[in-house]
């Protein structure tokens, strides 16, 4: 299992910037993919980016280039910077985490951009 804690979001203008933290209560080398979704009212959720073990990471087309997840093993957290912001960036971000075939979010903050 993991408890997974989010911070940093909050209200930002079109073009700014923000920075999400995930802090896992395990290692992340023992996660075998940690990330973060969204989701808008409305709307599904969706994949915002994620990293696995091994270093790769994952963007959905709408945040490449814009936004990058990093993660500070050392600490047990992952990070989203987001720049560029657009008002549909607008949503509740959750931190995921997938540990052999299980599931776990946190939960959840809200980022809302400002036209």
């Known amino acids: 299992q993991v408890q997974l804690v989010e911070s940093g979001g909050g209200l930002v203008q079109a073009g700014g910037s923000l920075r999400l933290s995930c802090a896992a209560s395990?290692?992340?080398?023992?996660?075998?993919?940690i990330g973060w979704y969204r989701q808008a009212p409305g709307k599904q959720r969706e994949l915002v980016a994620a990293?696995?073990?091994?270093?790769?990471?994952n963007y959905a087309d709408s945040v490449k280039g814009r936004f990058t997840i990093s993660s500070e093993n050392a600490k047990n957290m992952v990070s989203l910077q987001m720049n560029s912001l657009k008002p549909e960036d607008t949503a509740v971000y959750y931190c995921?985490?997938?540990?052999?075939?299980?599931?776990?979010w946190g939960q959840g903050t809200q980022v809302t951009v400002s036209s």
């Open positions: 995921y985490a997938g540990i052999r075939g299980d599931d776990y």
């Open positions: 395990r290692s992340t080398f023992s996660i075998n993919i």
């Open positions: 990293i696995s073990a091994s270093g790769s990471t």
